[in-house]
C-alpha cells in the first residue's frame, strides 16, 4: 500500500526570521519552528497521502476519510456524507491551472471548483494504489486506471486508453508531457508513451504484374483508431488524391506545423544490407527515429536509387521505426555491387536524417 500510516498528519515549517516568499537554502532546518496538526486538530484520519493549493490559498489534503480544506486555523472535510463524492478514501490531488482542484478516488475523477464537487470520470478502478494526476498542455487532465489511463478533455468528454496485454496489470506511477508534445507514461512493467498520428504497421507487395497492395495500421493523435466517419472520408480522400499525383506529400508536410520526435529521443540510424534472406530480392532493414513523413521519404529515396520494392514490412515502436524493404534493380536483379551499395545507403541515410522540408509553393496572386 502505497501510503505511510504516521502520528504527524501535516508539519508547517515556519521561518522565525520575517516572511520571505521562499525559504532561505543557507538556514538550517534546526532554525525554522514546527508545527503538527493531528486528529484532535480536526483531520479526520492521521494518513495525508497527497497535498495541493489552489489559487485561493487553500490547502487540500488526501485522506482516508475524505477531501480535507485547511485554511490555515481549521479544517473542513468532504466526504459521502456531505458532498458527491462516493468514496471516502482519496488516492491523489491536483491543482488545475484555471483554479480547479481534481479529486482523484479509487473510482472516479472529481473537479472541486468555485464550491462545486463534481464527478466528470466514472467506471474504471484504481484500486487503493496511488495514481498520478497530470494536466498536459492543452489543458486536457490525465490519470492512471487499471490498464491504461484516463483523460478528461477540455471538452468535457472523458476517455479512456488502454495499454496493450502485456502490461494491462501495470500500475502508472507518472505521467510527463515532453517537449514535442508527447505523454510519457511510468508504470512497474516500464515507459509507454502517447504521441501524434503515425503509420504504427504497413506491409506493401508488387504482384508479378505490376499491381502494389498496401496495407497500413494507422493512429491518430491520441493512439487510438479512426473512429468517426469524417475523419476516415477525409483520409481516404487525401490517399486518392496522392495516389492521382495532385497531393504532394513533402508540400503538405511543409504547410502544417509538424512535432518532432527528436527533442525528446535520439537514435543512431542503422542501414542493413542482406543478400542471403531472400533468393530473389535484396533485403534492406532501415532503423532509425521516426518521424512525420519518414515512410514517404524512405520509399522516395529507394524510387531515386533506380530499385523498385517488391515486398516492404513497416513497424513503429514507440520512438523508434524500423523498416524492412525487399527491392531489386530495373532488371529484377539483387544488388549485389559493393559501388551501388554504397550509393543506396547514402541515399537512405540523407532520407532518414534531419533536413528542412521542401518550402510550399507561393500562391499566385
Known amino acids: 500500500m502505497w501510503r505511510r500510516s504516521a502520528a504527524l498528519a501535516v508539519c508547517a515549517l515556519l521561518a522565525r526570521a520575517s516572511t520571505s516568499s521562499a525559504l532561505n537554502p543557507l538556514t538550517l532546518i534546526s532554525q525554522y519552528a514546527a508545527d503538527y496538526w493531528r486528529t484532535a486538530d480536526g483531520l479526520p484520519q ?40 462516493t468514496d471516502n478514501y482519496i488516492s491523489s490531488l491536483r491543482a488545475g491551472r484555471d483554479g480547479s482542484l481534481w479529486i482523484r478516488t479509487p473510482a472516479a475523477l472529481y473537479r472541486y471548483r ?84 503515425s503509420i504504427v504497421d504497413a506491409k506493401a507487395f ?20 479512426f473512429g468517426d466517419t469524417e475523419r476516415l472520408t477525409r483520409l481516404r480522400q487525401t490517399i486518392e488524391k496522392t495516389l492521382r499525383g495532385e497531393i504532394r506529400p513533402r508540400r503538405e508536410l511543409a504547410r502544417k506545423t509538424v512535432r518532432s520526435r527528436a527533442s525528446a529521443f535520439s537514435i543512431k540510424p542503422k542501414i542493413i544490407f542482406d543478400n542471403e534472406a531472400s533468393r530473389i530480392a535484396t533485403v534492406i532493414e532501415v532503423e532509425c527515429l521516426d518521424r512525420p513523413g519518414l515512410l514517404y521519404d524512405i520509399t522516395h529515396a529507394i524510387f531515386e536509387a533506380g530499385l523498385s520494392i517488391s515486398t516492404s514490412m513497416v513497424a513503429t515502436y514507440g520512438e523508434r521505426a524500423i523498416d524492412v524493404f525487399y527491392v531489386r534493380d530495373g532488371f529484377g536483379h539483387k544488388i549485389v555491387h559493393p559501388t551501388r551499395l554504397e550509393a543506396v545507403e547514402r541515399r537512405l541515410k540523407a532520407a532518414v536524417g534531419p533536413r528542412p522540408l521542401e518550402a510550399p509553393t507561393p500562391a499566385k496572386a
Open 114 to 197: 468555485a464550491g462545486h464537487l463534481r464527478s466528470v470520470c466514472t467506471g474504471r478502478s484504481v484500486g487503493l494504489d496511488f495514481t498520478p494526476i497530470f494536466e498536459d498542455a492543452s489543458g486536457t487532465i490525465w490519470s492512471g486506471d487499471v490498464g491504461g489511463v484516463t483523460a478528461y478533455t477540455p471538452k468535457g468528454e472523458c476517455r479512456h486508453y488502454s495499454m496493450d496485454a502485456a502490461a494491462f496489470d501495470a500500475t502508472v506511477t507518472s505521467l510527463v508531457e515532453t517537449g514535442d508534445g508527447s505523454l510519457l507514461i511510468g508504470t512497474t512493467s516500464g515507459l509507454k508513451q502517447f504521441s501524434g498520428g
Open 206 to 225: 508488387t504482384t508479378s504484374d505490376g499491381f502494389a497492395l498496401d496495407v497500413f495500421s494507422v493512429q491518430d493523435s491520441e493512439g487510438e483508431a
Open 46 to 85: 492521521a494518513t495525508v497521502g497527497a497535498i495541493a493549493q489552489t489559487a485561493d490559498g487553500y490547502i487540500w489534503l488526501a485522506t482516508e476519510e475524505g477531501l480535507v480544506r485547511f485554511d490555515g486555523v481549521r479544517f473542513s472535510v468532504l466526504d459521502t456524507t456531505n458532498s458527491a463524492l
